[in-house]
């Protein structure tokens, strides 16, 4: 009975680690400078914004190997902004820029269209659209923050971590404010059909409970809490079988707290994925100030602040397969 019973233990064992996989970790990519936003563009390729150096590169999703796809776009002024997430329509990159303009620097906050290797066109001003249309939350940067960068029905979603709401923005540069929320912060966007999933990071200090993903529609607007207890929330994407996956920076620093905007303590993020419960399950922790997530077949690609990219391998189980 005790040999059956060892047997048996360890056949559940065995059963728990395929339903519950173990992600293998690796170091993959070094020497990005500030990475930042992410997105899965032509051919299959991951693409990263390099805020300090104002760069797009393109990173081969099997090799990891880098190369330069477009720079020459403001870079960063105060450690955190310039070009901060990346997205395509067709084979035609945009880009979000933020916090170069008033009162930090003389560029435009918005979101550019890349023509050539170093050439752009400002095809909307945010930062203008934010100044002369405030919203009702305190606010200290009337340019306000964008952080995310989303494709939808033709044109893009943005998130204003700042100013606490999601804005639409049309190819012909119009900007509209889709929906206002409290202090929230606002920060990563996905998209599945008709419905808009949002982290929030909640406000300082961004405890677990106030590091949310949300889910809305673009007319009713009636928001829904999908999961709870990450701290300080930055992104949230879909991996094989509709499964719901989130990157949480980590625990911020305790008081006297850092300006709003700062990042999290080194070495305390997490890729988590959603439990059916609302709860999150944590994959990998002890990451070190990560930004952005990505997810290709069942492979999660992790943009960390100090530039560096983690692969995560075979992220979920069976029936949905394994990396390939």
Not at 198 to 222: N, Q, R, T, W, Y
Not at 285 to 304: F, G, K, M, W
Request: no cysteine.
């Amino acid at each position: 009975m005790k040999k059956a019973g060892r047997k048996l233990g360890l056949l559940g064992a065995g059963l728990m680690a395929m339903i519950f996989p173990t992600a293998a970790t690796a170091q993959w990519v070094t020497g990005l400078e500030g990475g930042s936003g992410s997105t899965v563009g032509p051919g299959g390729a991951l693409y990263v914004t390099e805020s300090l150096a104002g760069r797009i590169s393109r990173v081969d999703p099997k090799t990891g190997v880098v190369t330069t796809f477009a720079e020459g776009l403001p870079p960063a002024i105060i450690g955190i902004g310039g070009a901060i997430d990346v997205a395509f329509i067709g084979r035609t990159a945009y880009v979000l820029v933020t916090l170069v303009g008033a009162p930090i620097g003389s560029d435009v906050d918005g979101i550019y269209r890349v023509d050539g290797p170093n050439t752009f066109t400002v095809i909307a001003d945010i930062g203008e659209f934010s100044a002369n249309n405030p919203p009702t939350t305190p606010f200290d940067l009337p340019n306000g923050l964008q952080y995310a960068l989303e494709t939808y029905r033709g044109g893009f979603l943005v998130t204003d971590g700042h100013l606490n709401r999601v804005l639409r923005v049309a190819l012909d540069g119009e900007v509209t404010e889709l929906i206002a929320f409290d202090n929230i912060v606002p920060t990563g966007l996905e998209v599945s059909g008709n419905t808009i999933y949002m982290a929030e990071a909640g406000p300082v200090p961004h405890l677990p409970e106030d590091g949310k993903i949300v889910a809305f529609g673009p007319k009713s607007l009636i928001v829904s809490e999908v999961a709870s207890g990450a701290p300080l929330l930055v992104d949230v994407e879909f991996g094989r079988g509709r499964t719901l996956f989130a990157l949480s920076q980590g625990e911020f620093p305790p008081p006297p707290f850092p300006p709003a905007g700062s990042p999290a303590l080194p070495d305390t993020g997490a890729l988590v994925r959603v439990k059916r419960d609302g709860t999150f399950t944590i994959i990998q922790d002890q990451l070190n100030l990560p930004t952005s997530l990505e997810i290709i077949h069942n492979r999660a690609y992790v943009v960390t602040l100090t530039g560096e990219i983690w692969r995560f391998d075979d992220i979920s189980g069976p029936p949905y397969g394994l990396s390939r």
